[in-house]
């Protein structure tokens, strides 16, 4: 037996420790009573989607224990600062242990108040401070146990780098500093556009790492411009910074310059240049290094300057017209504020050597110039200087550069004239002096500041010129500005120095001065520091402060000074006496930079006096004394405790508080305070060093002093409160509300709600159950007792302990469909209860556990398996069994395919046999039984492996290819039928071949020829020439012959032609002679050309040769096909033999006879056509040679059965003698004679004209049996004609109901066809029509045949649902699908009295479905629909959920009607339907003695009516009806109306079935009958029919009858039947489209009729073929019956409408075309 007890605890998270790898979960149970010995709880719970399992032990206190820690903190926890810290420490023990934390503080403990109840450390938002050893203490008077734990507190790293944004103009320096916060000792990582810059102290050129965590750029470029970052890494954390730096001014940067270059006088010059830079850059031109605008006349040379789009300021020169002396070294300077940049190249112009006058140039002592001479002229080959007549070319100081002197640190003896002289290469000279002067700059003696300098002294600094030219300015600034007028530095300068003199300095007055001298030469600075120290200053001064323990403090101190003052702490031990503070340690988490002293939460050790000092050596410092008082509110160590006690035994419960004195305590009782004065009360009170202790005892405890007390104390800084959960134990009560919750096959979960536990916690509960039988027993042996541990509640008078009182089991190990009766008792440790009142459970079914017995299959056919088996025993049913289910699957022979696996049900257990059909023949195939009830089947047998027997292949062989061999042989090959399709052993292979379209004698017929083989190729022999073949191709086994091939075509090879098969020769004057011929009736090929032959009779052998081109004929007219050659350049008189023979690409054929001829000038009449037999087909056209020649012409003439063709519709004489017959018909089948006479002579020629039309209707039957999805059909020739030539084929038209037609191709040879894939269980229409060469013929009759199968059965309820209180189960099994597998099933469900259907997704190949989250005890409405091809199927079920225990509920008094019909409504509809057939009965008697009176008034008026009217009316056919109310839709026997009708009315209402066209045959028919004793009565004469003034010809001299009494209109119900019968064929190719077997087949005098409104009307069809006279006779016929009809319609609209209400009537008036009401009207 196994039992598993379910219960919900309390979990809680236990945060990761160092050595973890995964979560801790505990189980916290807190309060166990001491009496709880050996209970194991298993609880499960869920988290997210995985179960977990763990176990709490609770251990018999049966005496005194010391304490013990169940639960210890980690050793080790680390934890973010800012974050919730939570340490568990739980400890067990009796008396129960106290447990209290503290921490290690220089090697002492200081108990802490900021543990949380139960046992945990507590502490909210941690900080650095929070790092140490803290301990966890578990203490009762038998000892004590001790656990430490050390606590790391840790921040996340974080990073900021100064300046975040700058701007740096080009050439400046720039210092990135990153300060990274938290826990961080190493380096950092500096980042350029996400590129490492290098270690620290490295970098060459202008970017270096400083030490630790700073970046030195030292010169700006415009590619240092970007982001930078620095990254602080440690472990796992890291942290960044960005800064970003824009470039700010930039020097210019030349991007395009000029080029040196020579010119020719008079040339245009152009010289430009191109720079960037911030501000944008100015232009400057030169010339030998002097302005050019200065020096040369503006109005030759022009300047410009622009800015391009891409911010480049670009700069030319243009020089109209260069001269000679224009040449020279021309420089572009680009200058802004930043700096400039200066390029030169020399202009050549071709010319003298010429010097140009320059001003004196100056240069600064100690420098480096260049002197250019300002030459021009081109060329120049040398450049000479001279200075007073010395040449200094050898000179140490000088140097010759590109024309120019370069003068090395000039000083004053450089001053003076210099001589330039320019030499050209023939020989010219020029010269020219230059004048220097030598400047000197000032040069400043250094100075320097006091290093001790305090506020308040006086300072001077003096700033002295050592050298330099007069006069001499001086200035001073500080800080690289021009010092502020506030700070009254006084300034003072004579010639050689200047004074700066500060009164009373400040630290306003630090800084750095630079003094600034400059002459006309340069300027020259020197800068020195002046640092001023100050004494602290107070910018926050502490006070004393006073809190609340637990709350946070925050004590500012910060002082001002220079250097910057250090702040610090210090804390007094025993007062306020300086001597007795200590510092604070620098890394104490509390101090902040700032020098904040910070308490996040105050606890009584943060109470005392506390020091700050503020020093920075200059000066006694500051420093103040405070006082930071902590209160504390009343606390308790615990906040909670259980207390337990026997009934009648005294108690005592006390509480130790702690806080500041004085405190009042206040007992209470289940929120009432007690009563000091009873007697059983003692309330005691003593005070403590930390505060109070107060007791209360109670003496004789009963139950009602059980309950929760509350200990409330308060003073003048808060109020707290301890709660004491006081249990008075004894018996415990019965478990309350027992119910079953849930029922399975196996297992039954109780329920029931705990109930007083008698203040002793439920150790377990003992479950006794056994069969339903024994219920009075229950000491008998099938008795069963099942003990289940308890749970422990955390909180007794609470409402969620209430609701975790609700407890479940799982009695397990049951037997499926067993009735039990169960009852349990709870059990404390005091006593047991008694039991509950009993509760009744069923179990659930199950599958059977065992398959069926005796199972054998047996091959009883081709593709069919007999299967017989025998149930299960009965004890493995599980339930009760409601069928069997049989699969099998079949062993494919072909390799690597997938085998196919089927599946059958059979309801009822007692079926023991099943036959499975439309399996492959000659297959083998494994077959399997198994049983199910209405869970699900059970095990199936081992399979059993059987062959269907042989039988015929069912599919063609594959990949049929032919090729002609040669004029009379043909070589077929083919593939076997695929392995699964062959039905058995192949025996061998029929060839079958017949010949198309030999000959274009319509009359040719030809027949299939039959060849026999065994493989798989063979060839056909004494084949005719040049003729297309089909050829199919079948398998045969012994079983009969498989499926043909679908024909091939091949043509045999040409051969030699035929001879012709007439000539004639014809004189035509003396010198020419006609010949004409006939082509041979075997042409054996194409006939290239004819080959004519001549030669006079009296010489042998030698001949003349002409080739006459063939020339086809029409494909769409009919002649006699002679071919007509002239021979010219004869002789008069002489006799000429003349032959001809026919020419193929294989060559030329055997010669026609020779005939002779003798060209004259006179010759009689001769016909050069041959006349003959001519078969044409009705409706095409024909035309029939009658070429003469003669002289003089012959004169032609035509005669018809020896009477003259004059003038005939049908039959047009051409200009040359020809009968044109445009479109022949059996009525000019005849003799035709042409005669050609003239003077000399009379000849004539007869045609033969046989007229043949289409073959006649087949016939079409159903051969048995039926099968699922194919129909097996029989084809019966039509009856061979006189007038008809064979079949060349058959067109199978067939459809599905409301579908579309579809056609088939079929052979002359075909018998037999199957129609595959069709649809089960549904109605199809068929018929078919031959063709010959002629046309396609009329179709046969249409058949109507159903395919094996319908649509699905609705199963009984009781064998389709089962519920249970949440759950309904559907057996899909139940429903059958007679034969046509069900493809989809539609369920809908709702509670009853619900207006909103729930669909449930469903799927057709689920065995069981299920509804589940039902309302238990609620009655439902469930709609399902069942759908295969043959149609659906809608069943309507109420069914109910049970309730919790598994009853029944009562059923509803009525049911809503919304579409589920109840019994009294089905009742209703049975007697409503009942006198509605009383009411028709009646009325069809009242009908037929009006119609039988009405008609003996009228049998003696005329009939006459006009044949067009006959189009107007309304014909009326027997339409018998199937037993399944399907009609037959057999059109070939018509009748008309008569008033003896018969109706047959339907036998019951259909559902939601609405009247229209489509269905009115199907709810009302009529059989007419026809009127011979009227056809002597004749109508009185009616007026004439102008509405339809467009009928044929032959109809048009006859008039149109109409009655005037607007109630004759026939049924137009009627009239939509046999619209809606008249459906459209399909068209052979090449063919004119047949017209289905009961459509209008209108002539051709009909089709250009636009007006034709009743050309829709149907008509008969063997009314169709009748002649003129025969259709006359008909109609006279019907019109002797219209006046009788039209008295009658009256009647029969009565009878209509009684039985069709005037809507539908009016609905089916709508629904019929346009056309057809207007006739209706007019009739």
């Known amino acids: ?51 977990v399992q763990a176990t709490a032990l609770g251990t018999e206190a049966s005496g005194s224990i010391p304490p013990r820690l169940v639960q210890r903190p980690p050793t080790e926890f680390t934890v973010e600062k800012e974050s919730d810290v939570e340490l568990p420490c739980i400890a067990h023990g009796n008396p129960p242990p106290t447990v ?163 010119l020719r006088p008079g040339s245009p010059v152009s010289l430009r240049c191109s720079a960037s830079g911030t501000p944008p850059p100015r232009f400057t031109w030169y010339l030998d290094g002097q302005p050019l605008k200065d020096l040369l006349p503006i109005h030759r040379y022009t300047f410009g300057q622009y800015v391009e789009h891409s911010d480049n300021v670009v700069s030319h020169l243009n020089i109209s017209l260069a001269r000679a002396e224009d040449g020279g070294l021309y420089s572009c300077k680009a200058e802004n504020s930043v700096g400039s940049l200066t390029h030169t190249a020399r202009l050549n112009i071709y010319g003298q050597p010429y010097i140009r006058f320059i001003a004196p140039l100056k240069a600064v002592a100690s420098t480096n110039i260049t002197i250019y001479c300002p030459y021009s002229g081109y060329p120049i080959s040398e450049v000479n200087w001279e200075r007073q007549g010395t040449n200094l070319a050898s000179s140490l100081r000088h140097s010759e550069v590109d024309g120019g002197l370069r003068i090395f640190s000039v000083g004053a003896g450089d001053a003076g004239l210099y001589t330039c002289s320019v030499t050209s290469p023939a ?11 030598v400047l000197k700059p000032p040069q400043l003696a250094p100075f320097v500041f006091p290093t001790n300098v305090e506020e308040g002294s006086n300072i001077q600094a003096t700033c002295s010129v050592m050298s330099g030219d007069r006069p001499i300015y001086f200035s001073w600034l500080k800080d690289s500005l021009p010092i502020p007028s506030g700070l009254e530095v006084e300034q003072r300068s004579v010639e050689f120095f200047s004074l700066l003199i500060i009164k009373e300095v400040s630290s306003a007055h630090s800084g750095t001065y630079t003094c600034v001298a400059s002459n006309n030469a340069a300027k020259s600075n020197f800068s020195s520091e002046l640092v001023v120290r100050v004494a602290p200053q107070w910018i926050y001064e502490p006070h004393d402060v006073s809190t609340l323990i637990g709350t946070p403090v925050k004590i500012h101190c910060a002082a001002k000074g220079f250097p910057i003052p250090q702040v610090s702490w210090m804390k007094g031990q025993a007062g306020p006496s300086t001597q007795n503070f200590h510092p604070l340690e620098a890394f104490d988490s509390r101090l902040f930079e700032n020098g904040t002293l910070s308490i996040q939460s105050a606890s009584p050790q943060d109470e005392g006096y506390y020091l700050c000092k503020a020093t920075n050596n200059i000066g006694l410092g500051l420093s103040k004394t405070i006082f930071i008082g902590v209160n504390e509110p009343p606390r308790f160590e615990h906040g909670s405790r259980n207390i337990s006690t026997k ?139 099942v003990t289940l541990p308890a749970r422990v509640s955390t909180d007794r008078s609470s409402e969620l302990s209430k609701i975790e009182s609700k407890e479940q089991a799982i009695i397990s190990g049951l037997q499926p469909a067993t009735t039990y009766i169960l009852r349990m008792l709870a059990i404390n440790q005091i006593d047991h209860s008694s039991f509950t009142s009993s509760v009744i459970a069923k179990t659930l079914e199950e599958a059977p556990n065992e398959s ?113 061999l040669s004029a009379q042989s043909i070589k077929i090959a083919w593939r076997p039928p695929p392995i699964q399709y062959r039905g058995g052993i192949i025996q061998g292979y029929k060839v079958h071949y017949r010949p198309i379209q030999i000959t274009d004698n319509l009359e040719q017929w030809t027949s299939s020829e039959v060849k026999r083989t065994s493989g798989t190729e063979t060839q056909l022999h004494a084949l005719r020439p040049h003729t297309t073949y089909a050829l199919q191709v079948r398998a045969y086994t012994a079983a009969g012959d498989g499926v043909s091939s679908r024909p091939v075509h091949c043509i045999t090879d040409e051969d030699l032609p035929g001879q012709p098969k007439g000539i004639k020769a014809l004189s035509l004057t003396g010198e020419s002679v006609l010949v004409s011929w006939l082509p041979p009736n075997k042409p054996n090929g194409h006939i290239k050309h004819y080959t004519v032959y001549v030669r006079e009779a009296i010489k042998s052998g030698k001949h003349n040769t002409y080739t006459v081109q063939s020339n086809d004929t029409s494909n769409h007219v009919i002649n006699t096909g002679e071919i007509m050659y002239t021979i010219k350049t004869l002789k008069d008189g002489h006799l000429y033999d003349f032959w001809v023979s026919a020419t193929t690409n294989t060559g030329e054929g055997e010669p026609s006879t020779i005939i002779s001829q003798e060209p004259t000038q006179k010759s009689p009449a001769r016909i050069a056509s041959f006349g003959g037999s001519i078969s044409a087909g009705s409706g095409s056209a024909v035309i029939l040679n009658c070429r003469t020649a ?183 099994f139940t429903w059958e699908d007679l034969g046509c597998p069900i493809m989809q099933y539609i369920i809908e469900y709702k509670q009853l009295g619900s207006v909103h259907w729930i669909r449930v997704d469903s799927q057709h190949n689920d065995d069981m479905m299920y509804i589940s989250d039902l309302v238990p005890a609620t009655w439902y409405q469930l709609k399902i629909s069942a759908s295969n091809e043959a149609g659906a199927t809608m069943a309507n079920y109420n069914f109910a959920t049970t309730t919790i225990s598994g009853a029944r509920i009562a059923a509803p008094s009525n049911y809503p009607d919304d579409g ?100 009115l045959d199907y709810t009302l028919q009529f059989r007419t009958f026809g009127h011979s004793e009227n ?82 009307r149907p008509r008969p069809a063997r009314a169709l073929h009748h002649a003129d006279s025969e259709i006359d006779n008909a109609e006279h016929q019907r019109a002797e019956n219209y006046l009788n009809i039209k008295k009658d319609q009256r009647l029969l609209e009565d009878t209509r409408l009684t039985l069709y209400p005037r809507e539908t009537t009016n609905k089916m008036e709508k629904s019929r075309p346009l056309e057809m009401r207007k006739c209706d009207d007019e009739v």
């Not at 006859?1598 to 004759?1608: A, I, L, Q, V």
């Open 852 to 964: 069926p017995r005796n199972i054998q299959v047996l091959a009883t056919g081709a593709g069919e398996l007999h299967v017989t088996w025998q149930a299960p025993p009965r004890d493995k049913w599980n339930g009760e069994l409601l069928g069997y289910t049989i699969v099998w699957q079949e062993h494919s022979q072909v390799p690597n395919s997938i085998n196919n696996t089927k599946s059958a049900s059979v309801s009822g257990w007692t079926t023991s046999k099943f036959t499975i059909t439309g399996l492959n023949k000659f297959t083998r195939y494994s077959v399997s039984v198994k049983a199910f009830n209405s869970v699900s089947h059970g095990p199936s047998n081992i399979p059993i492996t059987v062959t269907t027997l042989e039988g015929v292949p069912e599919a063609p062989p594959d990949d049929v290819m032919c090729t002609a």
């Open 647 to 785: 009934r009648e035994d005294s108690v005592t419960l006390y509480c130790e508080v702690f806080g500041d004195n004085p405190i009042q305590v206040i007992w209470t009782h289940n929120m009432n305070r007690l009563d000091a004065n009873n007697y059983r009360l003692i309330i005691s009170e003593i005070k403590t060093e930390t505060g109070m202790r107060s007791e209360l005892n109670i003496r004789q405890t009963d139950r009602q002093d059980s309950g929760l007390y509350k200990c409330q104390a308060e003073n003048s800084f808060g109020r707290s409160e301890l709660v004491i959960y006081l249990a008075v134990q004894e018996r415990p009560d019965s478990p309350v509300g027992l119910e079953v919750v849930e029922v399975s096959s196996r297992m039954v979960r109780l329920g029931w709600r705990r109930s007083f536990d008698g203040n002793s916690p439920v150790v377990s509960y003992m479950v006794q159950y056994g069969l339903l039988q024994s219920a009075n027993d229950w000491d008998a042996a099938t008795t069963t007792n």
């Open 427 to 437: 020989g010219e000279l020029a010269k020219r002096d230059l004048q220097l002067n």
């Open 1190 to 1372: 003669g002289t003089p012409t012959p004169r032609t003439r035509w005669l018809r059965a020896d009477a003259p063709v004059t003038h005939h519709h049908s039959l047009t004489i051409s200009s040359n003698g020809d009968l044109h017959i445009p479109k022949i018909d059996p009525t000019l089948a005849d003799n035709y004679t042409c005669v050609a006479r003239n003077p000399g002579g009379e000849d004539s020629i007869t045609y033969l004209i046989k007229v043949l039309s289409p073959p006649s209707p087949p016939a079409i039957h159903i051969l048995s049996p039926q099968e699922s999805h194919s129909l097996k059909l029989k084809l019966e020739p039509p009856l061979p004609s006189y007038d008809t030539t064979p079949p060349q084929g058959y067109t199978l038209t067939f459809k599905r109901e409301n579908e579309e037609w579809q056609t088939i191709d079929l052979s002359p040879d075909t018998s037999t066809f199957t129609l595959e894939d069709l649809k089960c269980g549904s109605m199809y229409h068929i018929y078919v029509a031959a063709h010959n060469r002629v046309g396609e013929g009329n179709p046969s009759s249409v058949i109507i045949a159903s395919t094996k199968g319908g649509a699905p059965k609705v199963p009984p309820e009781t064998d389709f649902i089962l519920t249970n209180a949440t759950t309904l189960r559907m057996n899909m």
């Open 1575 to 1656: 056809e002597g009565l004749n109508p009185p004469p009616p007026p004439p029919c102008a509405g339809y003034p467009n009928r044929p010809a032959r109809f048009r001299h006859k008039r149109c009858y109409h009655s005037n009494d607007e109630d004759s209109t026939i049924s137009k119900a009627e009239t939509v039947r046999l619209a809606r019968n008249t459906g459209p064929g399909r068209r052979r190719p090449g063919a004119p489209a047949p017209s289905p077997p009961d459509a209008v087949d209108s002539d051709s005098e009909d089709s250009g009729n636009t007006d034709a409104r009743c050309s829709h």
């Open 1 to 51: 037996m196994c039992v598993h007890f379910e219960y919900a605890p309390l979990w809680e998270l236990d945060p990761l420790g160092p050595e973890d790898n995964g979560l801790n979960l505990y189980l916290h149970i807190y309060g166990i009573f001491a009496m709880i010995s050996n209970v194991s709880f298993k609880p499960l719970y869920r988290i997210g989607k995985s179960s």
């Open 100 to 262: 209290s934390w503290y921490r290690e503080v220089n090697g002492r403990r200081d108990t802490m108040g900021r543990s949380g109840d139960r046992g945990r450390l507590i502490i909210r938002s941690a900080t650095l401070g929070d790092s140490g050893r803290w301990g966890c203490r578990a203490h009762s008077p038998l000892g004590e146990q001790i656990a430490v734990t050390t606590l790391i507190v840790v921040t996340h790293l974080s990073a900021t780098i100064e300046p975040e944004h700058s701007v740096i103009n080009s050439g400046d320096r720039v210092i990135l500093n990153c300060t990274v916060r938290g826990s961080f000792d190493g380096e950092v990582e500096w980042l350029r556009q996400g590129h490492s810059v290098g270690t620290p102290g490295s970098g060459a050129g202008r970017l270096r790492r400083l030490p630790p965590s700073s970046l030195l750029l030292s010169s700006m470029t415009r590619e240092d411009a970007g982001l930078y970052q620095c990254i602080a890494r440690k472990g796992s954390d890291s942290a960044q910074a960005t800064a970003r730096i824009l470039l700010g001014d930039t020097s210019p940067e030349l991007h395009y310059t000029f080029i040196e270059q020579a």
């Open 1460 to 1559: 589920i019909y109840s019994d009294d409504n089905m009742t209703d509809s049975v007697v409503l339907l009942i006198l509605c057939i009383i009411i028709t009965i009646a009325a069809i008697v009242m009908a037929y003695l009006l119609l039988k009176k009405r008609r003996q008034e009228t049998r003696h008026e005329d009939k006459s009516e006009d044949e067009n009217c006959r189009n107007c009316q309304q014909v009326y056919s027997a339409l018998p009806m199937k037993p399944n109310g399907k009609v037959i839709d057999d059109t070939s026997e018509m009748y008309e109306i008569s008033p003896y009708a018969t109706f047959s009315v339907g036998a019951g209402p259909q559902p939601s079935r609405s009247v229209t066209a489509a269905t």
